[in-house]
């Protein structure tokens, strides 16, 4: 009688046992299955994390293919007198024009360009000390102190793109140069050392700008390489290795 009751503890002990090892080894799948479907679902949650972002993320709408917009033009000797005053005068051209088409002004005539453009100097004068080539840092600084403005911009290295997004979203840019590697058959020869000019547009490859430095200069045409390969700013008299820089202004 002891001994059978032995054997069925040791049975049931047995069966509990084997219950316990089964058991273990359901669990453990299907703890395994649901570290899968949380894994799953966390990647699922992510994907659609980016989905989402990348729907929310503001598309930047392309460039218009062709802008010109309507700066007012000067030579930077309205009279066609070239003496060293207006030999020196291109800065003071591009932001008289600049300034205008912000203002929604013309330039009246001659007399009126001339005016501004001598009254810019004597300013420089007194503020500086000089104002023969000024760097695009001194150009900038003149704008504010002259004509008031704030939001005043100088990029550096600026690429042909960013030229034409500040165009196209409807500022006109003020470009430092090389006058000599622009190219341009309208200039004296050699050409101006230092140049500044305006880009008031671009077409499918070509700028659209009001170049100062001649009488032919409103809406003069340079290709994107001859007018991007000449910006330079003044450095102390060499501008051809000058770094790349733009200059915008903004109401």
């Not at 040791?10 to 299955?33: H, Y």
């Not at 030999?87 to 002004?105: D, G, P, Q, T, W």
């Not at 504010?144 to 409807?170: C, F, L, R």
């Not at 101006?192 to 671009?202: D, E, N």
Request: aromatic residues 10%; glycine residues 8%.
């Amino acid at each position: 009688m002891l001994m059978e009751k032995r054997r069925k503890i040791v049975i049931l002990t047995g069966l509990a046992a084997v219950g316990v090892a089964v058991l273990f080894l359901f669990e453990g799948d299907i703890w395994e299955k649901s570290d899968i479907k949380k894994e799953k679902a966390v990647e699922q949650a992510e994907v659609k994390g980016q989905d989402q972002t990348a729907q929310e993320a503001p598309t930047q709408a392309p460039l218009p293919q062709n802008i010109n917009l309507q700066v007012p033009f000067t030579t930077q000797a309205p009279f066609a007198n070239w003496d060293h005053a207006h030999e020196e005068a291109c800065e003071e051209a591009a932001i008289l024009m600049v300034n205008r088409f912000l203002k929604s002004k013309p330039i009246t005539g001659p007399q009126d360009a001339e005016n501004e453009i001598l009254d810019l100097q004597k300013f420089q004068r007194q503020y500086f000390g000089f104002f023969e080539s000024t760097t695009a840092q001194e150009t900038a600084t003149l704008i504010k102190k002259y004509y008031g403005y704030t939001n005043v911009e100088v990029k550096y290295d600026p690429t042909i793109q960013d030229i034409k997004e500040a165009v196209a979203s409807g500022y006109p840019v003020i470009l430092p140069a090389a006058g000599r590697k622009l190219g341009n058959p309208n200039f004296k020869s050699p050409g101006p050392l230092y140049h500044m000019l305006v880009v008031r547009g671009y077409r499918e490859s070509t700028f659209i700008t009001n170049d100062p430095g001649t009488r032919k200069g409103k809406e003069y045409v340079y290709s994107f390489d001859a007018l991007y390969g000449a910006i330079g700013d003044w450095n102390a008299g060499n501008p051809s290795q000058g770094r790349k820089v733009m200059i915008v202004v903004k109401k």
